[in-house]
């Protein structure tokens, strides 16, 4: 194939022109996303795949599926040398505040605040 018109082009989080082959894993992805808005268990997914593979574009893709039927998400990067609690505590105090926008949620959002409040003390 011609190197200057082959759609593969390998870059961080670079989305290609089409996400070829994935429909397996959007599927159950979605199934599971459905199975935990009725509160029932799921297994965890996990996406392992060489550098440059598509990991990342097809996360946001799932992030994009979940929020377009209203499931809020929240993206956490895991740079090294930081804790667990260091990469969450900051996605996990705007998470709330985005759910306050919504009107049916904003009472739950502000308890969930004042519970992050007292926890982070």
Request: proline share 9%; net charge positive; no cysteine.
């Amino acid at each position: 194939m011609d190197p200057v018109r082959n759609p593969y082009a390998p870059g961080a989080g670079s989305p290609p022109p089409e996400l070829a082959g994935r429909s397996a894993i959007r599927t159950d992805v979605n199934i599971h996303l459905q199975r935990l808005r009725l509160g029932k268990p799921v297994k965890s997914v996990m996406l392992v795949g060489l550098r440059g593979v598509g990991k990342t574009v097809l996360l946001d893709q799932m992030r994009k599926d979940a929020e377009a039927v209203g499931i809020q998400t929240v993206l956490v990067g895991a740079p090294e040398h930081r804790s667990l609690p260091a990469m969450l505590a900051p996605a996990l105090r705007i998470a709330p505040l985005h759910l306050s926008k919504k009107e049916a949620a904003r009472e739950f959002a502000v308890r969930g605040l004042r519970a992050f409040a007292g926890f982070a003390q």
